[in-house]
């Protein structure tokens, strides 16, 4: 049975469940009215056994009952009240993918088709439905503790031609294109696909924001390249090492971090509007050439920068940098690498032929820059089945621990295997988890930032009964642009290397869309817009406190970013942001605090009374860090300084709260992060999250309680600067990004008209 809401009123999705009587919630999707303001409805597709309609008759009898209600009577009005239609289901039903992807009732296609677990039949019964109407059932499928996931060739009318099989189906989508089709084409074939494509692209406008790939050169030649790619804009640290692509590592970078995954991309009929350009500057030397000095990288990484600055000096661009040390022994810990990151990031430029870092450029607005740099990938020969244990032990590698940087971990949702070379291998990795490639920062001393940021798609691997390990598998791979077209336009790639392509991708995205924002301010979003995977939120919900939250925070980052989180505020979702600047400090002693009235739907909060909201708060900026070693081992040493943010309580006025605000302020121990007013009610914590140089959290409340918390404040706390005020640079303001967002799940309520055309003012107040 399919129950359908009344437009912009959810269903109460619990209340149509009965697991005694074995009535189940299989599959629910969302569409939206055509109305000038589309509302949203939401169906509940609910499995029926024989004999149990009566369960929802008895429900609608009681609901109907002319009678005053009486004291203590239940009539289900949680139930029934947001229901408009209630309909047998049909194969329709069942789809939760987009509503325009359904095929024609005789258009054959994959399916992936989710069978419920009931009484060990499933199977048996869809092989012989398979073969009597003639339809393919792929081999392979996977196993779950309540679904089983398998592919299925047919039409609509084929596949919904028996009940028996309706019975088991929870749910349908279209089965997932994967690299393997286009990789495994002649070069004939992909060059098709290839000139097709070019002809749906618009190409991006001469003051589009870019993506600087650092790498080993791009093919600008290439026919989906060549319109986003000049070759005045290929450069390399060493005239010798020419600008051309020696390796092919870069091309698929520059693939990857124009157009994501090119799978979706051929595979649809739609034009491609190209808002970003690529950029190119080769930091590795070609086969037969000298390599880098290993303690050389900040100083070519700084050299690489530059040359494409001098090139389009007021270009907005994103550095991508998917290059990593292969040691793992600093942990957390700056190195020259990542220090020039951070320095680089912070504004500066550096002198390296002395000892630690000399500052060249000391103007009064340098300009600060944003990298997004790889974790770091587990060596091909340590991969293994028990991949979350191993990634957990391999931490991210040298530079992928600057402060100041975008760092990107991988996950995937890549599970399906359709490839009879791989017939009896399994993908190691669940969907949705952590890829078997991805290395992580748990292993980091509570000193050191919570890295990486966030995680992207970066493929998984596959293993076979006896427990080995094997790649690559294309089924389990992104698709990118090939650096010899000549001989084929595509090849497959992975890991953190490509994760890390596709978030300079995301953030140059936000940069087309908002060309103010700063860098510090884009870091933020990309950020901000992440949330764990279903099959992350298993592990998080298992940990015990704070401590261990961090620690997977430390494995998954704050999860998969989203393009249209980052860029779009929904009804149910609003998102402030705020760029500002603070003086941390004025002669060695505390600065200024910030405080944001900001606002606040509150009386659309109040009305909401005990509905549970979620705010979100992140805070980006860039620190300065200490030129010389000897204070490494202390983060207020390294960083020249601290923010923090804290909320109003509920039942705290705002004089009260800047009290306590500026003593936290002077009071806070930097080995001991002071707890804030309110961090028990926070996920992970003042002592978690305030680490490094970005920091995010969350609050679950009732809409009552944040209804009256809409001041936010911004402090200082120590580093360098304040130690040594000859060098303090806080008279010329330290920037930073702070972003906001409430979210009302379940409740359908416009937070952001009401909202939309205000402004938040900060407000400086001395200590």
Request: with cysteine.
């Amino acid at each position: 049975m399919q129950f359908e809401s009344q437009p912009g009123v959810p269903l109460k999705v619990t209340s149509l469940e009965d697991s005694r009587q074995g009535i189940e919630v299989v599959a629910v999707s969302h569409s939206k009215t055509e109305e000038a303001e589309p509302r949203r409805i939401e169906r509940a597709t609910v499995f029926v056994p024989d004999g149990k309609v009566k369960h929802f008759l008895k429900r609608f009898e009681s609901y109907s009952k002319p009678a005053r209600k009486k004291k203590g009577e239940r009539r289900h009005e949680d139930m029934i009240d947001p229901i408009s239609t209630l309909r047998l289901a049909t194969l329709r039903c069942l789809w939760t993918d987009t509503s325009e992807t359904y095929p024609e009732e005789n258009e054959t296609i994959w399916w992936e088709v989710w069978l419920r677990r009931q009484d060990g039949n499933e199977l048996e019964r869809l092989m012989e439905f398979a073969a009597a109407q003639e339809i393919v059932v792929a081999a392979r499928r996977l196993m779950f503790d309540d679904r089983i996931v398998t592919l299925v060739r047919s039409t609509p009318a084929q596949l919904a031609a028996s009940i028996d099989v309706l019975n088991d189906v929870a749910e349908v989508r279209k089965a997932k294109e994967t690299a393997t089709v286009f990789v495994d084409m002649g070069p004939e074939d992909q060059g098709e696909w290839a000139l097709e494509l070019r002809e749906r692209i618009s190409p991006p406008s001469a003051d589009a924001p870019a993506v600087c790939i650092l790498d080993t050169g791009v093919t600008s030649g290439h026919p989906l390249l060549e319109a986003s790619l000049d070759s005045a804009d290929c450069h390399t640290c060493e005239p010798a090492w020419g600008t051309h692509d020696h390796h092919g590592h870069g091309t698929e970078m520059a693939g990857l971090a124009l157009f994501g995954d090119l799978v979706p991309v051929l595979a649809s009929a739609e034009r491609v509007v190209l808002r970003h350009r690529l950029e190119s500057v080769k930091i590795l030397p070609p086969d037969g050439q000298p390599e880098n000095p290993p303690d050389l990288y900040g100083a070519v990484t700084a050299e690489a920068a530059s040359r494409a600055e001098i090139q389009a000096p007021e270009r907005r661009r994103t550095f991508s940098m998917s290059i990593a040390a292969t040691d793992e022994r600093d942990r957390g810990q700056p190195t020259s690498w990542s220090a020039a990151i951070d320095a680089l990031a912070a504004g500066r430029s550096f002198d390296p032929s002395t000892q630690g870092l000399n500052y060249l450029d000391d103007g009064d607005n340098p300009a600060q820059r944003l990298f997004v740099l790889c974790a770091g990938n587990i060596d091909q020969t340590a991969l293994s089945v028990d991949h979350l244990d191993r990634s957990d032990i391999d931490p991210i590698h040298d530079p992928g621990q600057a402060w100041n940087a975008l760092t990107v971990g991988a996950m995937t949702e890549k599970s399906v295997i359709s490839d009879p070379a791989w017939a009896s291998w399994q993908p190691v990795a669940r969907p949705g988890e952590l890829s078997p490639w991805s290395t992580t920062g748990v292993t980091f001393a509570e000193a050191w930032p919570i890295k990486p940021d966030v995680v992207f798609e970066g493929g998984n691997v596959v293993m076979n009964p006896m427990g080995g390990v094997d790649f690559p598998c294309t089924d389990l791979s992104l698709l990118t642009t090939n650096f010899k077209p000549s001989e084929k336009f595509f090849v497959s790639s992975w890991a953190t290397s490509a994760a890390t392509a596709q978030a300079a991708r995301l953030a140059a995205l936000i940069s087309a869309d908002y060309p103010s924002y700063w860098p510090e301010t884009l870091r933020a979003l990309v950020v901000h817009s992440a949330e764990w995977s279903s099959q992350m939120q298993t592990h998080l919900r298992g940990a015990s406190g704070k401590r261990a939250r961090a620690k997977l925070v430390q494995r998954y980052g704050f999860g998969v970013p989203n393009a249209e989180r980052a860029l779009r505020s929904a009804n149910d979702a609003l998102t402030l942001v705020a760029q500002s600047r603070i003086r941390p400090f004025i002669k060695g002693k505390m600065g200024e605090l910030h405080f944001f009235d900001l606002p606040w739907p509150r009386d659309v909060l109040a009305e909401l009374g005990a509905s549970p909201v979620r705010l979100r708060i992140t805070l980006s900026y860039f620190i300065e860090p200490n030129p010389g070693r000897r204070g490494w081992k202390h983060r207020h040493r390294y960083a020249s300084h601290g923010l923090r943010f804290e909320v109003k309580g509920p039942t705290e006025s705002p004089e009260e709260f800047r009290k306590r605000l500026n003593k936290q302020a002077l009071e806070e121990d930097e080995a001991k992060p002071s707890k804030g007013g309110d961090s028990s009610e926070w996920y992970l914590g003042a002592q978690a999250r305030n680490r490094g140089s970005l920091h995010s959290d969350f609050l679950s409340c009732n809409a009552a309680d944040l209804a009256e918390r809409g001041v936010i404040a911004v402090y200082p706390v120590s580093g360098w600067w304040k130690d040594q005020p000859k060098r303090d640079r806080s008279e010329r303001g330290a920037r930073y990004a702070l972003v906001v967002s409430i979210e009302t799940p379940g409740v359908e309520t416009d937070i952001w008209t009401p909202v939309a055309a205000q402004v938040g003012i900060p407000i400086s107040i001395k200590t």
